[in-house]
């Protein structure tokens, strides 16, 4: 009998130990006491007591509590900040924090629940590469580089074909490459190019053959070309001599050559040279 009210005794120690350390899930422990807990939205003003039940205050300014609960005072709400490239999604009530999302143009790289706590501007493609995937709130850009013959400067979502200068009447100045468009222009340069070449060969062969002639000339003039030749000459005219020493130097050519008197002094020139049949 003594042993059973002991046993007794000491179940109500457990079962009062246990009821004062467990509240249930709508409740808090404050002390000894379980209260119940205030809604989302609103803190403890004032805990219970034996008699009266927990008393509670709306959250005020930029501040929430989302869950039940047996807080005394409420939480800050979070500020989307433009440096984290964040905007507000959805503004901060007394029953839920500040919702965040991506700035235009920015992916969030820390999803949440149903928003975003960091974000980071969407990559650019380079030239040579175009956007195969624009980035969206949650993913960023994807690249891809130009093959063949196109080309992009990174802002477009396809390469473009290289302009076929033809097409236009029109002649490539300047070739393409994955960057940039070949550059057609109105002046052909490799036309240009031969055209200068072919002036120049023109030009050297008038040179050389001037030179040609001159030296032959000179020869003549002082192979050929001597005064006693014309003594029997009227002046400033023009004689037909065949040579023996100029003929065995350039055969059978007849050299024109003309006196002409520069006050007293007889200047004797070769002015040309045929060739005699
Ligand atoms: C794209 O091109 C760049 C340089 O032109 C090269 O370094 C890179 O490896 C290429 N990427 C791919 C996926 O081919
Ligand atoms: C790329 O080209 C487009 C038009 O083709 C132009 O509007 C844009 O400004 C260019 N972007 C860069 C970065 O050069
Ligand atoms: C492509 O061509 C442009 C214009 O001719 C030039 O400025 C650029 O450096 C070239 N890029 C490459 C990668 O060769």
Excluded: W
């Excluded at 433009?82 to 920015?106: I, N």
């Amino acid at each position: 009998m003594q042993f059973q009210s002991l046993m007794y005794v000491v179940m109500m120690i457990l079962v009062h130990i246990k009821a004062s350390f467990t509240c249930n899930s709508a409740e808090y422990r404050i002390a000894n006491e379980c209260c119940p807990m205030c809604s989302p939205g609103n803190r403890v003003y004032k805990h219970c007591t034996e008699y009266t039940s927990t008393s509670c205050a709306p959250c005020i300014g930029s501040t929430y509590i989302d869950l039940p609960n047996g807080l005394p005072a409420c939480l800050s709400c979070t500020t989307c900040d433009p440096d984290f490239g964040l905007m507000d999604k959805q503004s901060c009530r007394p029953s839920s924090d500040t919702v965040c999302e991506p700035l235009e143009g920015f992916y969030c790289t820390e999803p949440t629940k149903d928003g975003c706590k960091a974000a980071q501007r969407h990559s650019s493609c380079k030239p040579g590469q175009y956007i195969r995937q624009k980035g969206t709130p949650s993913t960023d850009t994807v690249c891809s580089n130009c093959t063949g013959e196109t080309y992009s400067n990174g802002s477009l979502t396809s390469c473009q074909p290289h302009t076929r200068c033809v097409t236009l009447n029109l002649y490539q100045i300047k070739p393409g490459n994955h960057s940039s468009d070949v550059e057609c222009g109105k002046t052909n340069s490799t036309a240009i190019t031969a055209g200068i070449i072919s002036a120049v060969v023109i030009v050297l062969l008038i040179i050389g053959g001037s030179i040609y002639y001159l030296h032959h000339l000179q020869k003549i003039n002082l192979d050929c070309c001597h005064l006693e030749d014309f003594e029997s000459v009227p002046q400033q005219e023009t004689a037909e001599v065949s040579h023996p020493e100029g003929q065995s130097m350039i055969s059978l050519k007849t050299v024109h050559c003309e006196v002409n008197m520069i006050g007293d002094i007889p200047v004797i020139c070769g002015v040309g040279i045929t060739r005699s049949p």
